[in-house]
């Protein structure tokens, strides 16, 4: 039999506008966060990460913003560009180290 | 510096067949894990070593995947006898941290399983 896989949430945008990409996490013990870009036949590649006493983190092109009040995620990525197209996996870290990955949201940038 | 090496990149078998996959880890990374893709979810952690030790296997069946890390270098992952639902991309990652500082993990291009 063929195994059927979940509906990727999607997101589409226009290239150079800017993209914002949401995760709730499920454990409000979780202290560390990464966000995780993954292309087509190739594995997850690190993008930005935060810890719990922040609420804020920038990169180049990327933030990440942390909201512990309602256990959200979120990753803007600034200037959208054909390249961004991925799926893209938010993580969180229980006490301990164990990541857990969440669903996942499929960016598709329109050029 | 090499990333995480990983092989074979696709294997197709038959339900109750049996297949292992390979993994090389970048040089120096003492953390090692399996992780189970499948179609349109994210990865699941199946076993992570730490050198040669096993941290955390609570998510592997056991009755039919194993995994070992003989030198705390390079790890295989079997799977026997296989299901269909054992179809998945199986992702090994390294990183630098010991087990309460996961740190940035680094992916390899993952071997896809197809059972038929």
């Known amino acids: 039999g063929e195994s059927v896989g979940l509906h990727l949430p999607t997101l589409s945008v226009q290239e150079g506008d800017n993209s914002i990409i949401n995760c709730a996490y499920s454990n409000s013990a979780s202290d560390y966060f990464i966000w995780y870009k993954q292309e087509s036949g190739k594995g997850p590649q690190f993008i930005i990460d935060?810890?719990?006493?922040?609420d804020k983190r920038q990169g180049q092109r990327v933030t990440v913003l942390l909201n512990k009040t309602v256990k959200h995620l979120s990753l803007q990525i600034a200037a959208t560009q054909p390249g961004d197209s991925a799926v893209y996996f938010c993580?969180?870290?229980?006490?301990?180290?164990?990541?857990?990955f969440g669903q996942g949201t499929e960016l598709s940038v329109k050029p | 510096e090499a990333g995480v090496a990983q092989s074979p990149r696709y294997k197709i078998i038959e339900k109750r067949q049996s297949v292992a996959f390979w993994c090389n880890p970048i040089?120096?990374?003492?953390?090692l894990y399996w992780y189970q893709q499948i179609l349109g979810q994210g990865p699941k952690l199946l076993i992570q070593f730490q050198n040669n030790g096993v941290v955390d296997d609570s998510q592997l069946p056991k009755d039919r995947f194993s995994a070992e890390r003989l030198k705390g270098v390079d790890s295989t992952l079997k799977i026997q006898p296989a299901k269909l639902e054992d179809s998945a991309v199986y992702l090994c990652?390294?990183?630098?941290?010991?087990?309460?500082?996961?740190?940035?993990?680094?992916f390899g291009e993952g071997s896809r399983l197809t059972v038929l």
């Open positions: 990652a390294s990183s630098q941290g010991d087990r309460r500082n996961t740190g940035e993990l680094f």
């Open positions: 935060i810890r719990s006493n922040m």
């Open positions: 040089s120096g990374h003492a953390t």
């Open positions: 993580a969180e870290t229980l006490q301990g180290g164990k990541l857990i």
